[in-house]
């Protein structure tokens, strides 16, 4: 009797395991939840990504019908509240808190246009998905999951990096992830662009120069963007003018498109 219950218990799970893997392929292809869109953040501490995720939200929540979820994510709601509160930039992220961040947006007439869901997460924790790390295979299954579940993944990179390994590490996630075949879009975006701008013709030629190794590995995938974020004028750690909204119109444009 047992046995047979172990074997209708294997059955089962093997069963759940193969619809699983038909639902991410399904939604990899955009053939299900076209309109859900699982963003994977990638960026070492400090590169700005909870900055560009506020200036994301605000200018969502600005100019269109939003929903935030309360009911099901107040932890994230939360979060976005804080975004939309604070006059300057976030505060930084603290280690080991996760917190999954989904809000819809919406035409005029309440149409969903996107459902977006992203990590707000600390550098720190992201690094353990660099493979040399020696936490590597400690990921929180919860973020193990995201990330395969993901359609896409956003890679931010500081125009002025903080560590001298950051390029490198960088240039071997991008690695990583065309080894692993998944050929998901990739959008790497320079971040902090205002403190190099003036240097540079234009973001890619940026990008190259700061992050050779990543950007070549980028430039050989098809399914790739090199984008640049800058929150616009920036004294004393103050925002003294916003420019930001042309930065996050493209971020928008790749979103929309993956
Ligand atoms: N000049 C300039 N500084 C920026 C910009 N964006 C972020 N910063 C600075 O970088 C700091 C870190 O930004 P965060 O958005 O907190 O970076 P993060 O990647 O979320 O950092 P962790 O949560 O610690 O991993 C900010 O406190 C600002 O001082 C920008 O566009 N321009
Ligand atoms: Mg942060």
């Known amino acids: 009797m047992d046995v047979v219950i172990e074997i209708i218990g294997t059955l089962f799970s093997w069963i759940g395991k193969m619809f699983y893997t038909i639902y991410i392929w399904l939604t990899h292809q955009g053939i299900v939840n076209k309109k ?31 929903h935030r979820d309360p009911k099901n994510n107040p932890k994230g709601v939360k979060v976005i509240r804080s975004f939309i509160i604070e006059e300057n930039f976030p505060l930084q ?16 007439d309440g149409k969903l246009i996107n459902k977006l869901y ?18 590597h295979d400690n ?19 500081s125009s002025k990096p903080e560590r001298e ?57 098809n399914n790739s963007e090199v984008l640049a974020f800058s929150v616009g004028i920036v004294e004393n750690e103050e925002i003294i003018e916003d420019k930001s909204k042309k930065y996050i119109l493209n971020i928008l444009k790749w979103i929309e498109g993956i």
């Open 139 to 157: 990921i929180p299954i919860e973020l193990v999951k995201f990330f395969k579940e993901s359609q896409a993944i956003m890679i931010m990179a």
């Open 93 to 108: 992220t603290p280690k080991d808190e996760f917190t999954q961040v989904h809000f819809e947006y919406n035409d005029k």
């Open 165 to 221: 390994d950051e390029a490198e590490i960088i240039r071997d996630f991008i690695e990583s992830l065309l080894e692993q075949n998944i050929k998901k879009p990739i959008c790497f975006v320079l971040t902090k662009y205002d403190l190099i701008e003036k240097d540079y013709q234009n973001p890619v030629e940026a990008s190259k120069a700061i992050y050779p190794g990543a950007i070549k590995l980028l430039l050989s995938y």
């Open 118 to 135: 992203m990590y707000e997460i600390a550098g720190e924790d992201v690094l353990k998905f660099d493979p040399t790390d020696k936490e």
């Open 36 to 66: 859900r869109k699982k963003i994977f953040i990638f960026g070492m501490p400090h590169s700005s990504k909870s900055t560009i995720m506020k200036f994301l939200i605000k200018y969502l929540d600005l100019n269109y019908k939003t």
